[in-house]
């Protein structure tokens, strides 16, 4: 089983709908839970930390935590163009390092 | 604030050659993150380096190594290039370590030929 597992897509969704991207982690013991964008050809921007069960907001994005099922996933709401790009699930394993998940490639459809 | 910086952003080296990448974290950051992606096996941990000691290490050979200087920067090498070790080399700050945000540079492309 690998330590953080990624639907690695493509995900096609059409202008102005919610795109939902999904990861799990191996580790139960983790604590810190990131999302990050990356746009091809460009390093990894981070969209949102989360800490706590439960859901986190800013702005389009809110990140969900379940730690009980081991699940933490991002919705974007009103999709545009430009999130086209790939997301990154990072989750950190007992506090040593941060493990990355494969990605997920998201495209909005104008 | 100015962000993370690597240098050089782009360099062609052939096999056997040896390479030096360097890192500068945002100001104030004490822990730098190495990380390597490749299309398929993505985002893999290099190192981690807090207050010029290495906390943690990858599953790399011994050919990866690192360093970092009393300002927080940080340098990797990599000696006796492959092919395989084409790839954008990622550096990553944070202010501290544990479940720090970690903050990413532009990335360093190498190829090997």
């Known amino acids: 089983q690998k330590e953080v597992e990624q639907n690695s897509g493509p995900l096609s969704v059409p202008e102005g709908a919610i795109a939902s991207l999904n990861c799990t982690y191996s580790d139960r013991g983790s604590q810190s839970f990131f999302w990050y964008r990356q746009y091809s050809g460009k390093s990894p921007e981070l969209i949102m930390s989360i800490y706590s069960n439960g859901d986190k907001e800013d702005g389009r994005f809110t990140a969900q935590l379940n730690k009980a099922s081991q699940y933490v996933s991002l919705l974007i709401r009103d999709s545009q163009p430009s999130d086209s790009a790939t997301y990154l699930c990072a989750v950190y394993q007992g506090a040593q390092k941060l493990v990355f998940g494969q990605g997920t490639r998201l495209t909005i459809n104008p | 604030k100015a962000g993370v910086t690597q240098t050089p952003r782009y360099l062609i080296k052939t096999r056997g050659q040896q390479v030096t990448l360097s890192c500068s974290p945002i100001?104030?950051?004490?822990?730098v993150s190495w990380y390597q992606q490749t299309p398929g096996q993505g985002l893999q941990f290099l190192f981690e380096y807090f207050s010029e000691t290495q906390r943690n290490k990858g599953n790399f050979p011994g050919r990866f190594s690192g360093r970092q200087f009393s300002n927080s920067r940080s340098e990797m090498n990599v000696s006796t290039l492959e092919l395989g070790d084409s790839a954008l080399y990622l550096c990553?700050?944070?202010?501290?370590?544990?479940?720090?945000?970690?903050?990413f540079g532009p990335g360093t492309r190498l190829l090997v030929l």
């Open positions: 990553a700050s944070s202010p501290g370590v544990g479940k720090e945000t970690q903050y």
């Open positions: 100001s104030g950051h004490r822990s």
